[in-house]
């Protein structure tokens, strides 16, 4: 399949957004310095181990090696060739990774990583209301229509992924389910919310032969006229929902002739379509309430306590012997041998990739050794990673704008400014800037530059 190189310009404002969508995917590749960089969708960040072995072998025959993480939770290839499309698009197509060609750019799916794990948030695992999602998108031609940028996202009551930056959101409180303002259920559920047909991935069970697609199977349904109790009906009035939002922005896209991307792109869109939808459930607002504070992101050791608390070590055991982990790659970048690693431990639940790059390991057993093997192995592993509070961008030689090899030189900025989080960028246009940054070092053709914002 052709590979396509994308433009960028800096100035483009969300109302001159006219042209073509050139988000990368698998089948889009994108024309970059080092050769051409395929996009892989992980919806919820899900990912198994045999379909980390696969990326870890993908990484190592067709591109550099490496595998990096994004700030939506997906996974890049890099320095692939020109013909790499074709082996590319077998290998992850067999993986379960590309489910269907038509809507590989649109599976752009963010959820609250330690959902289920830590005994934050509402406490509820994620896991099956993803799968609903994708299958469902996948399921709907039309939604292909949809940009590279449009973003879902579901938050567990944390408020993590919550924030502004994402189309269509659902909030899963321990009262209930709100999606962009609109309570969808008033059902109190503890655990995971089921499947269609009560089919949900039990902590244990192996994951590389029991799911598909990382997550276990969905059938999907029809989609609700009111919201219902039932939790198995819940589910697929939530995701009814969510994709309405989808459709409605597509039909507002429509009725007022623009090529906007994203939700917010439509002024005074995003009330016009919260309306319809609310129309067409007999939705109701909810009252505003106060954002919720999201818990720090941890590295390390996550374990959730027998009294329902949780967080990082020091902590109580709890009564299954089960911890999850949660380890940093380096400037977001992993190389093969680490993403084998990965794979081997995720033998049991899929592991999960974050939007900060960092990676998941849920329900391990001997996490300790688990954690200096990690770091053994360059893993960020607690909060006096030097790699907890300094990114990059992709820099020489990999971009042609960059004018500094700035992976290499990220270490020493983040040493220089102690507890303050430092973003290096290559050049003016500050790719991959983290709207926490505190520190902003840019090269230019003189040197470096810094900024505190």
């Known amino acids: 399949m052709p590979a396509t190189s994308p ?18 995917g698998a089948l889009r590749l994108a024309e970059v310095a080092d050769g051409y960089l395929a996009r892989v969708r992980l919806p919820g960040g899900f990912v198994t181990g045999k379909q980390l072995r696969v990326l870890a072998g993908l990484a190592t025959e067709l591109g550099d090696g490496r595998i990096e993480l994004t700030s939506r939770g997906n996974v890049q290839l890099r320095a692939l060739a020109a013909d790499a499309a074709e082996p590319l698009t ?3 197509t067999q993986a379960g990774l590309l489910p269907s060609l038509d809507h590989d750019r649109v599976r752009n799916v963010l959820a ?15 896991t099956a209301i993803v799968a609903a999602l994708d299958a469902e998108l996948c399921a709907r031609p039309r939604l292909a229509e949809l940009s590279g940028r449009f973003l879902f996202a579901i938050d567990d009551g944390r408020g993590d992924v919550a924030g502004p930056g994402a189309d269509v959101v659902a909030v899963v409180r321990a009262d209930g389910i709100v999606v962009n303002g609109l309570a969808v259920t008033g059902i109190a559920v503890n655990g995971p919310l089921p499947m269609a047909g009560g ?28 919201p219902r109790s039932d939790p198995d009906a ?24 623009s090529a906007a ?15 319809a939808v609310a129309g067409r459930f007999g939705l109701s607002p909810v009252p505003e309430l106060p954002a919720p504070v999201a818990a720090a992101r941890p590295v390390g050791l996550v374990r959730r306590r027998a009294d329902g608390g949780g ?43 974050t939007p900060w790059r960092s990676v998941v390991l849920p329900d391990q057993r001997g996490a300790d050794e688990a954690l200096r093997e990690a770091a053994r192995l360059g893993f960020g592993v607690d909060d006096r990673s030097p790699w907890l509070r300094v990114t990059a961008c992709t820099g020489r030689p990999g971009c042609a704008s960059a004018l500094a090899d700035v992976q290499a030189d990220a270490a020493g900025f983040a040493a220089r400014w102690p507890g303050r989080i430092v973003h290096v960028s290559g050049c003016g246009r ?14 230019t053709s003189e040197g470096y530059s810094v900024a505190e914002v």
């Open 112 to 126: 609250s990583p330690l959902a289920g794990l830590d005994g934050l948030g509402s406490g509820r695992d994620l």
């Open 261 to 275: 991307w994203r939700l917010s792109d439509l002024p005074g869109g995003a009330e016009r379509v919260r309306t």
């Open 90 to 92: 077998e290998a992850l």
């Open 430 to 443: 500050h790719c991959g800037r983290p709207a926490v940054t505190e520190i902003d070092v840019t090269a």
């Open 311 to 353: 967080g990082v070590e020091p902590r109580s055991v709890t009564p299954d012997g089960l911890d999850s982990l949660v380890l940093l790659a380096p400037l977001g970048r992993l190389t093969a041998a680490q993403v084998t690693w990965l794979a081997a431990r995720a033998a049991g639940r899929p592991a999960r990739v």
């Open 7 to 24: 433009k960028r310009n800096p100035t483009t404002s969300p109302e001159s957004r006219a042209g073509e969508d050139r988000c990368p």
């Open 234 to 257: 819940a589910l697929a009035d939530v995701v009814a929902v969510m994709l309405a939002f989808a459709e409605a922005f597509l039909d507002e896209r429509a009725a007022v002739g």
């Open 199 to 226: 089919s949900v991935l039990e902590s244990g069970a192996d994951a590389d032969d029991t799911v598909a697609n990382g997550l276990t199977a969905y059938e999907p349904v029809a989609a609700p006229t009111a």
